[in-house]
């Protein structure tokens, strides 16, 4: 049972390391897009969603669910220097924890459940 078990803890260590990589994609191409407009490089004020698409296209911004819509959507006060250094704790944040979960074994993984089971059922 516990080799059978151990094959859905690979699944799941897997799983939550390319959450972490989604993630980390999504962070830190917000982070270079509130720069690029702090710094003027990038203009999206009174133009066309077309031209802008084309801007982050030429920039090698990334597409999520075939769309640039995770930066376009963001509100116009999110786009300001602290939400900006935010963002960059959270890429810091968010390799950390990606660095945490490959170095766990998938046995440390279901030997650290076992301990939070146990503490439930002792309650």
Same mark, same amino acid.
Request: aromatic share 8%; proline share 2%; no cysteine.
């Given at each position: 049972?516990?080799?059978?078990?151990?094959?859905?803890?690979?699944?799941?260590?897997?799983?939550?390391?390319?959450?972490?990589?989604?993630?980390?994609?999504?962070?830190?191409?917000?982070?270079?897009?509130?720069?690029?407009?702090?710094?003027?490089?990038?203009?999206?004020?009174? #133009?066309? =969603? /077309?031209?802008?698409?084309? *801007?982050?296209? %030429? &920039?090698?911004?990334?597409?999520?669910?075939?769309?640039?819509?995770?930066?376009?959507?963001?509100?116009?006060?999110?786009?300001?220097?602290?939400?900006?250094?935010?963002?960059?704790?959270?890429?810091?944040?968010?390799?950390?924890?990606?660095? #945490?979960? =490959? /170095?766990?074994?998938?046995? *440390?993984?279901? %030997? &650290?459940?076992?301990?939070?089971?146990?503490?439930?059922?002792?309650?």
């Amino acid at each position: 049972f516990v080799k059978f078990r151990l094959g859905f803890y690979d699944k799941r260590k897997a799983y939550a390391l390319q959450e972490l990589a989604d993630q980390h994609k999504i962070l830190t191409n917000r982070a270079r897009f509130i720069k690029m407009i702090i710094d003027g490089k990038l203009k999206v004020n009174n #133009r066309p =969603k /077309a031209d802008i698409v084309i *801007d982050l296209e %030429k &920039s090698k911004f990334d597409q999520v669910s075939e769309s640039f819509d995770y930066l376009l959507n963001m509100p116009i006060h999110s786009l300001t220097k602290e939400r900006y250094e935010d963002l960059l704790k959270q890429v810091i944040e968010n390799e950390n924890e990606t660095i #945490r979960i =490959k /170095a766990i074994l998938p046995m *440390d993984m279901y %030997k &650290s459940d076992l301990v939070e089971l146990r503490k439930k059922l002792v309650k």
